[in-house]
């Protein structure tokens, strides 16, 4: 169920789900139809989520498609018109470059560049951000990037959770406890959830579940016993903090939001919809 506390509540759900099609329709009748609750602090937070996850998936198949390899952090690449090469592999914005430039370059000519999955990830995230809230505001926010192992601006916000169900957006991790010592980059994969059991993980491709189990299987130490599996838990970005800055009719800053203290609860049984004040 979706649970909302938001003063200036003057929607349905069946209108929300009328301004969405595709996967940010099916994401939001999931949660509806969820035993799990789901809860925001406004029904703007609710329609940017739907809009961010559904670019984070986007993006995810957009950076498999652009040609970019995997690369270990010794052999990590980029293009030196945008970033500079760190000592550890790592790839520092230019002061002179503009940031949603040099990410979007990341994805136009992604034959220059060459990275492991955790920064495959946070490209993934920042590239998810600029298709949701503009060039403008996204340069404003992220002005100085490193992308290295995982590293982020804190303004993502990004966060480790536990949960029993996992969405389209959502970032979950393979670990690969037997992994051969000699390889350590394949100690474990991050990957991007897509639907339909299909995740987007760097280096391996876009593939099932069960497929990335079997690629990473393949990447053990000699007589290793342990197989390869998905980690309980998934990554999300602040979806309430990054909402203050979209441009969609009705947002709301979340730094001057006020509740009224009523609480909205939305829920979903067959085709029918309930919403309880």
Not at 47 to 71: P, Q
Not at 144 to 167: A, F
């Amino acid at each position: 169920m979706i649970q909302i506390a938001d003063a200036l509540l003057d929607s349905s759900m069946v209108e929300l789900e009328a301004s969405f099609s595709g996967l940010k329709r099916r994401i939001l009748e999931h949660m509806a139809a969820s035993p799990i609750p789901y809860r925001y602090p406004s029904l703007s937070v609710v329609r940017f989520e739907m809009k961010l996850r559904s670019h984070i998936v986007e993006a995810a198949k957009k950076l498999n498609e652009s040609g970019a390899d995997f690369a270990t952090f010794e052999e990590s690449r980029c293009n030196p018109r945008y970033w500079i090469l760190t000592e550890k592999g790592g790839f520092r914005l230019r002061e002179n470059a503009e940031p949603a430039e040099a990410m979007e370059d990341i994805f136009k000519n992604g034959r220059s560049y060459g990275f492991e999955c955790a920064t495959a990830i946070v490209i993934v995230y920042y590239k998810a951000i600029i298709d949701s809230i503009g060039r403008q505001k996204f340069n404003r926010l992220f002005s100085s990037i490193l992308l290295y192992d995982g590293v982020y601006d804190e303004d993502l916000g990004l966060k480790w959770y536990k949960t029993e169900e996992y969405l389209p957006g959502d970032v979950l991790y393979f670990k690969n406890p037997d992994h051969n010592p000699e390889t350590p980059e394949w100690q474990g994969e991050n990957v991007v959830l897509l639907e339909d059991n299909r995740y987007f993980a760097h280096g391996i491709g876009i593939k099932t579940g069960e497929q990335i189990i079997a690629a990473l299987n393949k990447k053990r130490k000699p007589g290793a016993t342990v197989s390869a599996y998905l980690q309980e838990g998934a990554a999300r970005p602040d979806f309430a903090y990054l909402a203050q800055y979209d441009d969609q009719e009705g947002a709301v800053s979340i730094r001057n939001h006020r509740a009224s203290g009523n609480r909205f609860i939305i829920a979903r049984i067959g085709s029918a919809t309930y919403i309880k004040a």
